[in-house]
């Protein structure tokens, strides 16, 4: 099974488990502990994401994101058969209940990773764990406008539904050519 559809399989049967059509990335990410937790929340916030912006060649649109670390699976990807697990006359059965997952500190990422790429006299910064991508003229101006756009990201949000830590580190990573030109 591929990797869209096994979470996509998972997010099915955590919903109708609870009985709404609603989760989080990190259910998913501790559903499915065999597959790598970036993949996973790729693929939900981006990939299969229908208001995500297009970043990938290959998008498959399962899910609708409807509040801050919240999707929704959209009507024509759920569960054939059933009306609704918010109706409560699901006719489909699931064999065990859903846990209720909490951001845990331990698999808390510690850091943020941005790449940094010269493109036509200007340094673009892509974080990699955070929908946040910025320029500059120089490294000093992009590094304070990613600065800026993460503090803005950030604000409100809670680091843990994100699966970072309280105060998460920046990491960045340079990419140049080898040879000088």
Same mark, same amino acid.
């Given at each position: +099974?591929?990797?869209?559809?096994?979470?996509?399989?998972?997010?099915?049967?955590?919903?109708?488990?609870?009985?709404?059509?609603?989760?989080?990335?990190?259910?998913?990410?501790?559903?499915?502990? !065999?597959?790598?937790?970036?993949?996973v929340r790729?693929?939900?916030?981006?990939?299969?994401?229908?208001?995500?912006?297009? !970043?990938?060649?290959?998008?498959?649109?399962?899910?609708?994101?409807? @509040?801050? @670390?919240?999707?929704?699976?959209?009507?024509?990807?759920?569960?054939?058969?059933?009306? @609704?697990?918010?109706?409560?006359?699901?006719?489909?059965?699931?064999?065990?209940?859903? *846990?209720?997952?909490?951001?845990?500190?331990?698999?808390?990422?510690?850091?943020?990773?941005? =790449?940094? =790429?010269?493109?036509?006299?200007?340094?673009?910064?892509?974080?990699?764990?955070?929908?946040? =991508?910025?320029?500059?003229?120089?490294?000093?101006? +992009?590094?304070?406008?990613?600065?800026?756009?993460?503090?803005?990201? +950030?604000?409100?949000?809670? *680091?843990?539904?994100?699966?970072?830590?309280?105060?998460?580190?920046?990491?960045?990573?340079?990419?140049?050519a080898a040879?000088?030109?």
């Amino acid at each position: +099974m591929k990797i869209h559809e096994e979470i996509l399989t998972t997010a099915r049967r955590l919903c109708i488990a609870r009985k709404t059509w609603t989760f989080t990335p990190a259910e998913i990410v501790h559903a499915l502990p !065999h597959l790598n937790e970036r993949s996973v929340r790729t693929h939900v916030v981006s990939r299969c994401c229908t208001n995500a912006p297009s !970043h990938h060649a290959h998008r498959w649109p399962y899910f609708k994101r409807v @509040g801050r @670390g919240v999707y929704e699976i959209q009507e024509k990807h759920r569960e054939p058969g059933t009306t @609704g697990p918010d109706t409560g006359t699901s006719t489909s059965q699931v064999a065990e209940d859903a *846990p209720a997952y909490e951001p845990s500190p331990i698999t808390a990422r510690p850091a943020i990773h941005a =790449v940094v =790429v010269e493109s036509e006299g200007q340094y673009v910064a892509e974080c990699l764990e955070v929908a946040v =991508v910025t320029q500059g003229a120089s490294l000093d101006e +992009m590094l304070g406008n990613l600065r800026e756009g993460l503090d803005l990201y +950030m604000s409100g949000e809670d *680091p843990a539904l994100l699966g970072l830590a309280p105060e998460p580190r920046l990491v960045i990573s340079f990419e140049t050519a080898a040879r000088a030109r």
